[in-house]
């Protein structure tokens, strides 16, 4: 049974030892290398307005999220999400973002970076199949990032 878990102070020690997996396995798209303890900096911390959630299966943690939740109005972007690899092509992955796609109803964003052709493929087919098709993407400047590949859709439109 697959739970989905809000991360608080208890629980961000298994969410921090995911992401330098998740920033590992990342660094040869983004050029980043740990620091001289061995650990990569963090381009999203779970502070102000972004969420983490992290997905176990009984008590062994399988991925995390990273959902920013704008201050005003129903818009939402998925900033990290990752799915331990032994785990992946499962469906976990896809279930654990449409629990959150139904958890925050209204608009959301998803940006993958150049070179994240696997993550693209991902993110076509969890919102193609939770939107059933209804989504928008396309190119977008991101002022971090550069350009990036972007997914839209209205999560409220289709509850």
Not at 105 to 113: D, F, H, L, P, T
Not at 124 to 142: M, P, S
Request: glycine letters at 10%.
């Amino acid at each position: 049974m697959m739970d989905v878990v809000r991360v608080s102070d208890s629980n961000l020690n298994v969410y921090m030892n995911l992401c330098q997996s998740y920033e590992g396995e990342f660094s040869s798209i983004t050029n980043k290398k740990p620091d001289k303890n061995g650990l990569f900096e963090l381009d999203t911390r779970i502070e102000g307005n972004v969420v983490g959630y992290l997905l176990y299966d009984g008590e062994v943690p399988l991925g995390f999220a990273a959902v920013n939740v704008a201050a005003e109005g129903n818009a939402y972007e998925i900033c990290e999400f990752y799915i331990v690899p032994v785990c992946r092509k499962q469906g976990m992955g896809r279930e654990f973002v449409s629990r959150l796609f139904r958890m925050y109803r209204g608009r959301w964003e998803v940006k993958q970076i150049s070179g994240a052709e696997h993550a693209t493929a991902f993110w076509r087919k969890a919102i193609g199949g939770f939107t059933k098709g209804k989504f928008q993407e396309d190119f977008y400047n991101d002022a971090y990032w550069g350009r990036v590949i972007r997914q839209r859709f209205d999560s409220a439109n289709l509850m």
